[in-house]
């Protein structure tokens, strides 16, 4: 029995800082015919979608930076992107700046959304590991502010059942962490999508920069093959506002193989038919968590005297 999701993960571009939402959302409109056009279920676009990543600069005035932020989804500039898709019968990933009401005060989350072929939301996730700093650093070439700009995520790592099977959600740096492949791995998750914006250099750790895209891929194949599940990550890339992200979009199957990936890091799709039973084959055996785990061990952290150094 095969149940077979195809997924189109939609990589953009450069978005300049000025680039008006209609023109970003008419690029991600055209990768959406062309993902329909090779039968995609799905199509996923990147963290933080509709605008440059602004938390590369340090901003001051708040009305600045909210007007990166949506203050409703859909809104205006994005409905079109929820008409087309119930037009053409296919579902999306879309990564935004989220602007809220709740708990009586305005809250800001870097977010993703899945909306399925009805055009409803059947998941929502906030960004949980926010990378960088809080204040400004006028020592860096460009910042990395989320900490300053977006709250933790408070939702957790939910999964949903959609598209014929368990759905979930990460947002960039997540990818980096274990916990957020194993959190849903144990709640059965068979495909998590995730968009990223990841500059090639990283100014705390230069000596990673030749490293960047092998980590990319290392902690998308690891977390797909430690849990079972298939990985779709997907890139704004290219020269963004002066600053070189990566691209290396691409989809990643339960073995920890990878399946498809883009070449250039413009606008471009990468498709691949995505048979969801093909996570039995890990959960069932190597990873079967019910048969192997040990949880009651992983909380021994046990000081031994003497063979561990006191800390200096
Ligand atoms: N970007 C980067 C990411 O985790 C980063 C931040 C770059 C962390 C390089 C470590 C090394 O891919 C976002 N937006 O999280």
Redesign the pocket.
Do not use: Q
């Given at each position: 029995m095969s149940r077979i999701v195809t997924v189109g993960a939609a990589q953009l571009g450069p978005i300049a800082r000025d680039e008006p939402r209609a023109s970003v959302v008419s690029r991600m409109l055209a990768l959406m015919q062309q993902a329909k056009g090779h039968g995609c279920d799905i199509v996923a676009y990147p963290?933080?979608a509709l605008t440059t990543?602004f938390?590369r600069w340090h901003f001051t005035e708040q009305g600045q930076i909210d007007a990166f932020f949506e203050k409703e989804m859909p809104s205006a500039e994005t409905e079109p992107l929820f008409a087309e898709a119930k037009r053409l019968d296919i579902g999306f990933m879309l990564g935004y700046a989220e602007l809220a009401q709740e708990d009586g005060r305005t809250r800001r989350f870097?977010t993703s959304i899945l909306v399925d072929k009805t055009g409803r939301i059947a998941l929502k996730y906030r960004?949980v590991?926010?990378?960088?700093h809080a204040d400004h650093q006028p020592w860096r070439p460009f910042q990395?502010l989320?900490k300053a700009y977006f709250e933790v995520g408070n939702l957790g790592f939910p999964v949903a059942r959609a598209f014929g099977g368990i759905m979930g959600m990460c947002?960039?740096?997540?990818?980096?962490w274990p916990e957020t492949y194993r959190v849903m791995g144990l709640q059965g998750v068979e495909m998590i999508l995730l968009g990223?914006?990841?500059?090639l250099h990283?100014p705390p750790?230069p000596e990673?920069d030749a490293l960047?895209n092998f980590?990319?891929q290392l902690s998308m194949q690891a977390g797909a093959y430690q849990n079972g599940t298939w990985v779709v990550g997907v890139a704004k890339a290219g020269n963004e506002e002066g600053v070189l992200h990566i691209g290396q979009t691409q989809i990643i199957a339960p073995s920890g193989e990878t399946v498809a990936m883009c070449t250039t890091l413009g606008d471009e799709l990468c498709v691949a038919r995505c048979d969801l039973d093909l996570t039995k084959s890990y959960k069932s055996t190597t990873f079967n968590f019910a048969v192997h785990r040990q949880p009651q061990a992983y909380g021994l952290i046990v000081e031994r005297k003497g063979a561990i150094p006191p800390p200096e």
């Open positions: 963290e933080l990543f938390p870097n960004k590991h926010l990378p960088g990395h989320e947002i960039c740096n997540d990818r980096r990223y914006n990841t500059p990283n750790a990673h960047s980590h990319n």
